[in-house]
């Protein structure tokens, strides 16, 4: 059976992190420099947890769906500048003053729906921060996406030695102010040999 995480870093996660030369920027601009202690949270398959580190800064991976968990320690496996992945979110976040930066991109943020859970995670994240130090929470720019906006196009990939196809669909009501995605994969049934 093919592992979900995979199926998701195949699709999401090869791509080349554009993050990280922005975030690289903003630790200058922000004066921090040398051995940064970085949280990635909300870090899905650890795409950005290998340049984050090779940029030589110490690399915490914190995520709370289990299989994606699972494929970024497959990802992570002895990879140097790691320092370790977490099981959890941000309401699991307990660090205090560890962190010269947070980030979480590809939208672990808008995950959290209610402006409780929202400020409770704001809380974390500014008591896991070292004095000067910097939050990145980025999310979609909805109103660039409705301008130039294109129904995504179907997309394949070699996941585990098998061929996997995603056919994406986005739903979107303005009224409601709701977006749904749904994603149909289905797997290429294997050859059997006669």
Do not use: K
Not at 5 to 20: D, L, S, T
Not at 50 to 73: Q, Y
Not at 162 to 174: A, E, K, M, N, Q
């Amino acid at each position: 059976m093919l592992s979900p995480g995979a199926c998701y870093a195949a699709f999401y996660g090869g791509r080349p992190p554009v993050e990280v030369p922005f975030l690289a920027r903003l630790a200058r601009t922000a004066g921090l420099a040398g051995d940064l202690e970085v949280l990635d949270i909300g870090c899905g398959t650890g795409r950005l947890l290998g340049p984050l580190a090779a940029r030589g800064w110490h690399v915490v991976g914190m995520e709370p769906d289990a299989e994606n968990l699972a494929e970024a320690r497959r990802v992570a496996a002895g990879m140097p500048g790691l320092e370790g992945l977490i099981a959890g979110g941000f309401g699991d976040l307990e660090a205090v003053d560890a962190f010269h930066m947070i980030v979480a991109v590809a939208d672990p943020w808008w995950y959290l729906l209610s402006a409780g859970v929202r400020a409770d995670a704001l809380r974390r994240v500014r008591r896991a921060l070292r004095p000067g130090g910097v939050v990145v929470l980025e999310g979609p720019n909805f109103e660039w996406i409705l301008d130039h906006y294109r129904q995504p196009q179907p997309n394949e990939a070699m996941v585990e030695g098998v061929r996997v196809r995603r056919v994406p669909r986005h739903d979107i009501d303005l009224a409601a102010g709701a977006w749904t995605q749904t994603d149909i994969v289905t797997v290429q049934a294997a050859a059997t040999a006669a």
